[in-house]
């Protein structure tokens, strides 16, 4: 089903009436949809993966675990720009991805549950029902490369493996609930992909527009407040890697990677550039020469981020990058919503 829902977004796109409802279609058929489908199977496997684990603990099952935890970090990441409709209600954004957490609290109860071994809290149910710092990928990768994982190859990790396959369980839920939102016959993709001004939360096409426009800013400033800068600190003896999202396994850069090629991507489907003046067309432009220069500056990198924050020359990388994300966001809500004609008033973190 998924297979087939891909090959049919090219077909739906190329028909009139959904090529002329605007940016909200285009990003519903191939954007959001793939994105989210995606989410599911990279769960998916992922509990399967942890599940062969917990039955045959070896030290090829915890990479194959690991693997496809770093699989499903990078789907999330790109499909994480989308905060909103779906995957802001009912605190999923929260339950997929407990981030910020300066005060640790996601290492805390999961070494809680680890110590408890209460056998509850190896459901998805009982997950589901707690603390939103225990049900997401930062948790999964607490069990999967935080102190005490290597028992996994052991025992399978009894526990703790169970934990986490419940977990990643967990995850692929919350997933699906967001697919299940963007399909075509609920009303918030609806509203989405045609506005006709008589039901919330979108009554026109400039309100799809504006909820885009505030993805986008979104995304380059939490990556810019939330991921880089804390953990770069204003000098290197201030630098703390361990600040920074997904330090244990190594996937902080390719999370903040996958999560601006989400944006670029999004800014191209909403076909922001062909709806500007040509006279302002440089913007969009501009936009995407900063994307691409914090793309390349991060690629390069070829340390582990729970040092590269200190280091003289990944140092200078990570400021670049997180430089060229800032000025990215400034230029999407100061140039490019303007040009739309768009008036955002809003501080992108507020209110998803």
């Given at each position: ?89 009912n605190n999923r ?195 995407l020469f900063e ?28 400021n670049l990058a ?31």
């Amino acid at each position: 089903m998924r297979k087939f829902l891909l090959l049919l977004i090219p077909a739906l796109l190329s028909c009139p009436a959904v090529a002329q409802e605007g940016p909200g279609a285009q990003i519903s058929l191939a954007f959001a949809r793939p994105a989210f489908d995606a989410l599911v199977e990279a769960a998916d496997h992922a509990e399967t993966t942890i599940g062969s684990l917990c039955e045959a603990p070896s030290q090829p099952a915890l990479d194959a675990a690991r693997d496809a935890f770093g699989g499903l970090v990078t789907t999330w990441g790109r499909a994480s720009v989308l905060r909103f409709g779906p995957l802001a209600a009912n605190n999923r954004f929260e339950r997929l991805f407990f981030w910020p957490d300066p005060r640790g609290t996601t290492l805390k109860q999961v070494q809680g549950l680890l110590v408890e071994e209460n056998e509850a809290a190896t459901t998805a149910a009982s997950l589901a029902d707690g603390s939103v710092a225990r049900q997401g990928l930062p948790a999964l990768e607490v069990v999967l490369f935080g102190a005490g994982a290597e028992e996994l190859t052991a025992t399978g990790g009894g526990f703790r493996c169970r934990l986490g396959h419940a977990i990643a369980a967990t995850i692929e839920d919350v997933a699906q609930d967001v697919l299940a939102g963007w399909a075509p016959s609920q009303p918030f993709a609806q509203s989405f992909i045609a506005p006709d001004g008589s039901s919330a939360p979108y009554r026109s096409a400039s309100e799809v527009k504006g909820e885009i426009i505030k993805a986008l800013t979104t995304v380059f400033q939490f990556v810019h407040a939330a991921e880089l800068r804390p953990a770069l600190g204003e000098k290197p003896d201030k630098a703390r890697g361990k600040r920074a999202p997904f330090w244990r396994s190594d996937l902080t850069f390719e999370l903040v990677v996958a999560q601006l090629q989400g944006a670029r991507d999004l800014l191209e489907q909403a076909g922001f550039t062909e709806a500007l003046p040509k006279d302002h067309r440089w913007i969009a432009d501009s936009i995407l020469f900063e994307l691409n220069t914090a793309l390349g500056a991060l690629r390069s990198i070829d340390i582990p981020p729970e040092h590269a924050f200190e280091d003289q020359n990944a140092r200078g990388k990570i400021n670049l990058a997180d430089l060229a994300v800032e000025h990215a966001g400034q230029q999407v809500s100061e140039q490019l919503a303007g040009a739309l004609g768009l008036s955002m008033g809003f501080n992108a973190l507020d209110g998803d």
